[in-house]
């Protein structure tokens, strides 16, 4: 009754259906063999979190680099062994992607709590809603059930795991690759409320004049550029960090959306969200978000939830990993 209630409360609180088109995700999927499971991902992202204020975003980014990847499987978590490359080397990932320990924590408590029963990739689904709502966001319930992959996907991380210099025209291509839309595209994107760059991200974006750029009264905002030259010269200084969202670093608010209005977006594809589109449906999003974060965070639940369910392995498919980093042998 408890769960058929907060069925119905997230339907009309967030308006979605169930988030998997196949029905393989479920809520209250381990309710009987890890009643324990919510409280003890959340403790230690509590920690994780008051450690390092920084990885509430580095763990929602974990989800997103799984999930696009051969779908929400855990994929990214491995490591390299007998040939097989890790994702965590692709360009995307290495050098950028962090959390790992986090997740091996959590990992190792449940496997006290609850052997051989709770996938890798439910946990990076937990884990990030969790991650957002320590930070001021939205909650949502997590649809689970998920099963780990069997092997990684070099390659494939570095196709999907879009370019921080994609233009809006292929920021759209590889979401809807994915199975989401423009607005999932957008308010996704607004994940970059929180967390960092490298200079080596978004070095283009401050030297280049950008065709694209819609309004150009944008470059005379020097000072916010002035401020990024000098955290990030025109060679070397790679891993120099700069923060996504320079109002609220540490907010999970709609702050992203008002700055990309001001043409004050760190990444290339952040400020590309406001280039023309031909329908003009991503800018409509922006300024809908921009405007209203009660009908940001309802877009994000929904869409995170979506992103959440994509191509997940069935009953029959993968494992449930021992160890994040490993298949089982
Ligand atoms: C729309 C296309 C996207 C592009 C091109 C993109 C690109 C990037 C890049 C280049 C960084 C900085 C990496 C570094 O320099 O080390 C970053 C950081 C981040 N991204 Fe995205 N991203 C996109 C969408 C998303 C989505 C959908 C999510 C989550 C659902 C997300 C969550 C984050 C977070 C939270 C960070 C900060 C991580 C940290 O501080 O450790 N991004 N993204
Ligand atoms: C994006 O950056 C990559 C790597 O620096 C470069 O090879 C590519 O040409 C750039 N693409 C665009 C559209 O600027």
């Given at each position: 009754?408890?769960?058929?209630?907060?069925?119905?409360?997230?339907?009309?609180?967030?308006?979605?259906?169930?988030?998997?088109?196949?029905?393989?995700?479920?809520?209250?999927?381990?309710?009987?063999?890890?009643?324990?499971?919510?409280?003890?991902?959340?403790?230690?992202?509590?920690?994780?979190?008051?450690?390092?204020?920084?990885?509430?975003?580095?763990?929602?980014?974990?989800?997103?680099?799984?999930?696009?990847?051969?779908?929400?499987?855990?994929s990214?978590?491995l490591?390299?062994?007998?040939?097989m490359?890790s994702e965590?080397?692709?360009?995307?990932?290495?050098?950028?992607?962090?959390?790992?320990?986090?997740?091996?924590?959590?990992?190792?408590?449940?496997?006290?709590?609850?052997?051989?029963?709770?996938?890798?990739?439910?946990?990076?689904?937990?884990?990030?809603?969790?991650?957002?709502?320590?930070?001021?966001?939205?909650?949502?319930?997590?649809?689970?059930?998920?099963?780990?992959s069997?092997k990684a996907s070099f390659?494939?991380?570095?196709?999907?795991?879009?370019?921080?210099?994609?233009?809006?025209?292929?920021?759209?291509?590889?979401?809807?690759?994915?199975?989401?839309?423009?607005?999932?595209?957008?308010?996704?994107?607004?994940?970059?409320?929180?967390?960092?760059?490298?200079?080596?991200?978004?070095?283009?974006?401050?030297?280049?004049?950008?065709?694209?750029?819609?309004?150009?009264?944008?470059?005379?905002?020097?000072?916010?550029?002035?401020?990024?030259?000098?955290?990030?010269?025109?060679?070397?200084?790679?891993?120099?960090?700069?923060?996504?969202?320079?109002?609220?670093?540490?907010?999970?608010?709609?702050?992203?959306?008002?700055?990309?209005?001001?043409?004050?977006?760190?990444?290339?594809?952040?400020?590309?969200?406001?280039?023309?589109?031909?329908?003009?449906?991503?800018?409509?999003?922006?300024?809908?978000?921009?405007?209203?974060?009660?009908?940001?965070?309802?877009?994000?639940?929904?869409?995170?939830?979506?992103?959440?369910?994509?191509?997940?392995?069935?009953?029959?498919?993968?494992?449930?990993?021992?160890?994040?980093?490993?298949?089982?042998?």
């Amino acid at each position: 009754m408890g769960v058929f209630l907060s069925v119905l409360l997230v339907l009309s609180l967030y308006g979605v259906g169930t988030p998997s088109g196949d029905g393989a995700l479920v809520l209250g999927y381990y309710q009987e063999n890890c009643p324990l499971l919510e409280e003890i991902v959340r403790h230690s992202v509590e920690r994780a979190v008051y450690r390092d204020p920084r990885m509430a975003a580095s763990l929602l980014r974990l989800h997103f680099h799984d999930c696009f990847v051969m779908g929400c499987d855990a994929s990214v978590l491995l490591d390299s062994f007998d040939g097989m490359v890790s994702e965590k080397q692709a360009l995307p990932n290495l050098n950028s992607l962090r959390g790992f320990e986090v997740i091996d924590e959590i990992k190792y408590n449940l496997e006290e709590a609850c052997p051989y029963t709770v996938s890798c990739a439910d946990i990076l689904a937990i884990v990030a809603r969790d991650a957002v709502e320590l930070r001021g966001g939205p909650r949502w319930e997590v649809w689970l059930g998920r099963r780990d992959s069997l092997k990684a996907s070099f390659d494939g991380a570095n196709k999907f795991i879009p370019a921080p210099n994609s233009s809006l025209d292929t920021l759209i291509e590889n979401f809807r690759q994915q199975g989401l839309d423009e607005g999932d595209l957008v308010a996704l994107s607004g994940s970059h409320t929180m967390g960092k760059a490298r200079c080596l991200s978004f070095r283009q974006g401050i030297y280049e004049e950008s065709t694209e750029r819609r309004h150009d009264h944008f470059q005379r905002y020097t000072t916010f550029y002035d401020i990024l030259r000098s955290i990030c010269p025109e060679t070397g200084s790679d891993d120099r960090l700069a923060p996504l969202d320079h109002v609220t670093p540490f907010e999970f608010d709609n702050h992203y959306f008002l700055n990309i209005l001001r043409g004050r977006g760190l990444l290339p594809s952040d400020n590309a969200l406001i280039n023309e589109d031909h329908e003009g449906v991503v800018l409509r999003h922006v300024w809908t978000y921009a405007a209203d974060s009660e009908s940001f965070y309802r877009a994000f639940a929904n869409s995170v939830m979506k992103m959440g369910s994509i191509n997940v392995l069935a009953e029959s498919e993968g494992e449930i990993r021992r160890k994040c980093r490993f298949i089982n042998t």
